[in-house]
């Protein structure tokens, strides 16, 4: 009986998608590229808002895995998912998205009334997302790239610190370039037989979308890497160039940033367009090795402009 327990838990926990957590990560940008990492209260604020997002992040999954459960079980890889596979009935997913809805929006309510009240419509737009915007041609696409915009934004009113202004277009297209990838994919993939939305699509236009998505990224990113000035952390080696190299603080350090973003994009569009494997960005991001290292090195490099130098 315990055994059987373990194994519905298990299951539930699976349902719940943690590895789709790693998009939530996101919330932690106006913290970092204000220079606000070390300050225990506004990281603090971040932290509870990336946890409230995990709980509605999941609550919709599970919403959405009732909703597609017959569709899912016509897809190579969706009819694993354990809702699809019977392992985790239909009412307890939806007992368990409840609690979490609930629990979520209890937390968010600790943060900021802002925040509470972006919380309610992501989570609300998710739930509308499931039912019916993604059945919709280019509106799907539009709906996925938004949850992304909203998670930056949440982060921003959970600190109380913006994001630059041509980092957020370059969030905003950024997950254009994921979310049309991940349509061009699922194309290749299965059609029509798995999500409708599909047939408003041929693949040359999904080429399109994906490809202007990620020249756009690429330009959005450079033009913050040029008008951005760094933020004086005054940090370990901040003085020593200030008496001997004060020319280099005034350098565009995070133009050198732009390395690693064009070997991302680059990957990821091999990705894309060579494997045919961009249905799932989270878990190609968790996985791809040389694609997870270039997101490592380019965090590295932002940390020690912005903390170290």
Known sequence: MLKISQV?????????RPIQWIKNLSLFAAVILNGQLFNTPIFLKSLWAFITFCLLSSSSYLINDVVDVEKDRL???????????????EKTAIFVAISLFI???????????????ISLVFIILQYLYSFILKKKAVVDIIGIAFFFIIRAYAGEL????????????????LSLFLASGKRRTEFSHTGTKTRSSLAG???????????MFAVCTLIAYAMFTFFEEPIIFDGLIHNFLLDNFPKALGRKWYMITL???????????????EMEEGERPEKVIATDIPLLLVILFWGLMMITIIYVI
């Open 103 to 117: 629990l979520g929006l209890l937390i968010s309510r600790s943060v900021s009334s802002g925040f509470f009240t």
């Open 8 to 16: 519905k838990i298990m299951a539930v926990l699976e349902a719940l």
């Open 158 to 173: 959970a600190s109380g610190y913006h994001l630059p202004v041509w980092i957020m277009l370059a969030v905003i297209f």
């Open 259 to 273: 390395l690693p973003v064009i070997f991302g994009l680059m990957r990821y569009g091999q990705i894309i367009f």
């Open 201 to 211: 699509y041929d693949k040359t236009l999904l080429d399109f979308y994906t490809t």
């Open 75 to 89: 897809h190579p890889a969706k009819k694993n998912r354990p809702i699809a596979r019977g392992d985790v009935e």
